[in-house]
């Protein structure tokens, strides 16, 4: 290919470069909790359609789920995007101090307003290049809902959506420019339902079935249980209803929440029996009846170095973004209200001591809170514990990811100050940027076979064991009582 194809590809995303941030001014804006997202997507919908992408809406039967095509024909690159937002983290934008827009409001604290967009400025980009070259191949943008507690990933790996693709890539706002490597922890959430009998708990309380005792007999099952599952699993709750705040009532109703992670999603799926198991128990020893509610479930992620790899070439071709001396200074201010002590940022680091160093010198050269560099390409073994539903995708067809510096080092997710920063011009160059390096990773598997040849072989090798669901055939998305 020669290069002029791919700048001439390139230079469409900064001809977009407004409206693809005012899009994401926008999400950031509507604040859409988790398979809620009704105006984020149709906004979506509607620019891409606006833009020549056929759109199909509510994919795999979930509302705010879409794809937009755009092409004829193999490979199929898919791009994926999320738009959901968090609740309780409404946060004006630029500010340095907590300071909510709506109190009790949401807000982006993962920053996928960010996430969606510069994933869509991907897609704008290859279309661009397939219509001007006039290749075979398609570019499927997906609109992801639900990732913060809906896994519509998941649900759509269930439905095999991902199977057609030749490759998939995304992105995510971080604190560090890095290409992802890894795996992570698969993920499934349950809600349990006690049933009982009210009654007078000094007067009559031989006549009560308490609710609220088979939540907490649960709670004592699962801790017996922690001695006998591996040491990659984890086990949450939450609960969600005591019963009420009378102590001389009986309680009725009680319910608990659990999420069950293991490294790898068939694991998660034989502790998650054993957990319902211990729940059957604990309404059997109280007399009360017990319902379940599937709420979501996601898998462990299956890494793809050659991807990876191209990524990282790409990401080195065209740098980090860069800041104005005011914009350093906002992120300076901001993250002197970061808790102290952030570890080296990055994977590498968390991986290599070597990388740790080089990461370090990096930074110091920087001099400023903005991660200002690309940390080394680490291919090794990694692992962390998070979850997250691309790890569905990455079952059913290679998937590569990258991360972006879209606020300050130090900075949490899930925080007031990722909120702040995601509609201000450190966000919008981040999510520019890394629709730069999805578009012309994209480019090159279009134009070199040989790389999804090799991805797919990878793939193949890596998922051999076959694809587990963690997603019941009759559930549907849902949230939390």
Known sequence: M?????????????????????????????????????????????????LGFAVERGVAGIDTAFCARWGS????????????????LSQQAGATEPVPRTPGGCGHGCGHNLLGAGSMAAAVAIKEYLQ????????????????????????????????????????????????????TNSCIQTQYFFHGLAAHAAGEPERGRSALDAVELMNIGVQFLREHMGDK???????????????????????????????????????????????????????TTLTKKFIDGLADTVPNHTLEKVLYANFQALGVPH?????????????????????????????????????????????????????????????EPGSTDVGDVSWQTPTGQIHLASWPNGTPGHSWQAVSCGATALAHKALLQAGRVLAAAAIDLYEQPELLAAARAEFEQAAASGYVCPIPPDAVPTLVD
């Open 323 to 383: 800041y104005t001396p005011e914009e350093l200074a906002f992120a300076d201010k901001l993250a002197a209200t970061c808790p102290a002590g952030a570890p080296v940022p990055g994977i590498a680091a968390a991986n290599s001591t070597e990388l740790a160093s080089q990461v370090q010198a990096m930074q110091q050269a920087a001099g400023h809170a903005m991660n200002e560099f690309l940390a080394p390409y680490y291919g090794g073994p990694a692992f």
């Open 233 to 287: 699993c984890r086990v949450h709750y939450a609960i969600t209803d005591a019963g009420g705040r009378s102590p001389n009532v009986v309680q009725a109703e009680a319910s608990v929440l659990y999420m069950v992670r293991s490294n790898k999603v068939a694991e998660a799926v034989e502790l998650q029996k054993r957990v319902d198991d211990i729940a059957q128990g604990a309404a059997l020893m109280t007399g």
């Open 73 to 88: 024909g193999k490979p199929v690159i898919g791009i994926l995007a999320e738009y959901d937002a968090l609740s309780g």
């Open 2 to 50: 020669e290069q002029t194809n791919k700048q001439a590809a390139l230079a469409a995303i900064d001809r977009y470069a407004d409206r693809i941030c005012r899009l994401s001014d926008a999400i950031w804006d509507f604040a859409e909790l988790s398979l809620q997202e009704h105006r984020s997507a149709e906004l979506y919908c509607t620019e891409l359609e606006q």
């Open 132 to 183: 001007a070259t006039g290749r075979s191949g398609t570019v499927e943008f997906y609109g992801c809902p639900g990732e913060e507690g809906g896994a519509a990933k998941a649900f759509m790996a269930r439905d095999n959506v991902w199977r057609n693709l030749d490759a998939a890539l995304t992105w995510h706002p971080d604190t560090v420019n890095e290409v992802v490597t890894g795996s």
